[in-house]
């Protein structure tokens, strides 16, 4: 069989040999048994021919692979871009670090704790606005939102064993300017395991210090493959509202392990909440950019979270003074 097969190989091979030569024989037979004015004609058809063919071998050759100029400017552009980046984010840290810094300040100063809890509100509204413009400025062709999650300590024997951590309970603290209104419910309770964007963060089972994805299109197989269990999210509609997502926890690396005043404690973690940023849009630019913004968005938490302690010594500190008045 296989050398039936090697001789009708043969075969075809050296028809199609034979058939070519015939052809070449006969292109330049009738060549040579033509006019002058045939044979002129003739040459410069190929001549033109053979010069397209070979311009167009040229063009697919020079685009078909980048060449070190376009890679240098793409160099160029993202250099370009890191640096307006750094700068942008070292004035925004500055200006909400001392925004932070004149909230505390002013709320020692408030002495109706009413007015303080309005003041506190607007002030929680105004970072989030901060933090949204800094980001709208980094991703100018995207609508942003930005939003605080906090725990809700209501019920602390939940918080009081890391097993149970699937029960622990957030608020939205605060939102941004550019959020929908239909997401703007500040008093609705979602639980760590509804959510998977929070859960691979808390949970001992995965090492994720953050959660991050430029579009949740097609979210629940990703997931499924990275972390091998179910996307979940407590909004079921959640792409009508956003398509592309940071979230990044409020934490603390403590060197003892402790209960603070308004966290849930996990591991060495003293552990406020969540910093999150969406886009309504997919996000499409460079991987790059999205990944200097997850940064960004880390150090901006830090920040949060020393605020955010300073707010609830200021509130233990208001609570011993009105129960010693009481007493």
């Given at each position: 069989?296989?050398?039936?097969?090697?001789?009708?190989?043969?075969?075809?091979?050296?028809?199609?040999?034979?058939?070519?030569?015939?052809?070449?024989?006969?292109?330049?037979?009738?060549?040579?048994?033509?006019?002058?004015?045939?044979?002129?004609?003739?040459?410069?058809?190929?001549?033109?021919?053979?010069?397209?063919?070979?311009?167009?071998?040229?063009?697919?050759?020079?685009?078909?692979?980048?060449?070190?100029?376009?890679?240098?400017?793409?160099?160029?552009?993202?250099?370009?871009?890191?640096?307006?980046?750094?700068?942008?984010?070292?004035?925004?840290?500055?200006?909400?670090?001392?925004?932070?810094?004149?909230?505390?300040?002013?709320?020692?100063?408030?002495?109706?704790?009413?007015?303080?809890?309005?003041?506190?509100?607007?002030?929680?509204?105004?970072?989030?606005?901060?933090?949204?413009?800094?980001?709208?400025?980094?991703?100018?062709?995207?609508?942003?939102?930005?939003?605080?999650?906090?725990?809700?300590?209501?019920?602390?024997?939940?918080?009081?064993?890391?097993?149970?951590?699937?029960?622990?309970?957030?608020?939205?603290?605060?939102?941004?300017?550019?959020?929908?209104?239909?997401?703007?419910?500040?008093?609705?309770?979602?639980?760590?395991g509804e959510n998977s964007d929070f859960e691979v963060?808390?949970?001992?089972?995965?090492?994720?210090?953050?959660?991050?994805?430029?579009?949740?299109?097609?979210?629940?197989?990703?997931?499924?493959?990275?972390?091998?269990?179910?996307?979940?999210?407590?909004?079921?509609?959640?792409?009508?509202?956003?398509?592309?997502t940071i979230v990044v926890p409020i934490r603390l690396?403590?060197?003892?392990?402790?209960?603070?005043?308004?966290?849930?404690?996990?591991?060495?973690?003293?552990?406020?909440?969540?910093?999150?940023?969406?886009?309504?849009?997919?996000?499409?630019?460079?991987?790059?950019?999205?990944?200097?913004?997850?940064?960004?968005?880390?150090?901006?938490?830090?920040?949060?979270?020393?605020?955010?302690?300073?707010?609830?010594?200021?509130?233990?500190?208001?609570?011993?003074?009105?129960?010693?008045?009481?007493?």
């Amino acid at each position: 069989m296989k050398t039936k097969g090697f001789a009708e190989w043969i075969k075809n091979e050296f028809g199609y040999w034979v058939g070519l030569f015939s052809g070449v024989l006969g292109i330049i037979e009738v060549f040579f048994n033509t006019p002058l004015w045939f044979k002129i004609s003739f040459c410069t058809a190929a001549l033109i021919f053979i010069g397209l063919f070979l311009y167009k071998l040229y063009f697919f050759i020079e685009h078909s692979k980048p060449t070190e100029e376009v890679e240098q400017k793409y160099q160029k552009q993202l250099e370009q871009a890191v640096e307006r980046f750094s700068m942008l984010f070292v004035n925004a840290s500055e200006n909400i670090q001392k925004y932070c810094q004149s909230i505390v300040e002013n709320m020692c100063e408030i002495e109706n704790p009413k007015t303080g809890e309005e003041y506190l509100q607007l002030s929680y509204n105004n970072i989030c606005n901060n933090i949204e413009r800094v980001f709208h400025s980094l991703w100018p062709k995207y609508t942003v939102s930005v939003c605080i999650k906090k725990f809700d300590l209501s019920h602390k024997e939940i918080y009081e064993k890391v097993e149970r951590y699937k029960e622990w309970e957030l608020i939205t603290l605060a939102r941004s300017g550019g959020t929908n209104i239909d997401r703007a419910n500040l008093n609705k309770k979602v639980t760590i395991g509804e959510n998977s964007d929070f859960e691979v963060i808390i949970s001992p089972n995965f090492d994720a210090s953050y959660f991050a994805c430029q579009d949740l299109s097609d979210i629940k197989s990703e997931f499924l493959k990275k972390f091998e269990m179910p996307y979940k999210n407590s909004t079921k509609d959640f792409l009508n509202s956003y398509k592309s997502t940071i979230v990044v926890p409020i934490r603390l690396l403590e060197k003892k392990k402790r209960q603070k005043n308004g966290t849930a404690c996990l591991n060495s973690f003293s552990l406020f909440g969540f910093l999150c940023v969406d886009t309504k849009e997919v996000y499409n630019d460079s991987e790059e950019a999205f990944n200097i913004a997850i940064n960004y968005l880390r150090a901006f938490s830090d920040i949060l979270y020393k605020f955010f302690d300073n707010v609830y010594k200021i509130k233990v500190l208001e609570l011993e003074v009105e129960g010693n008045d009481n007493e």
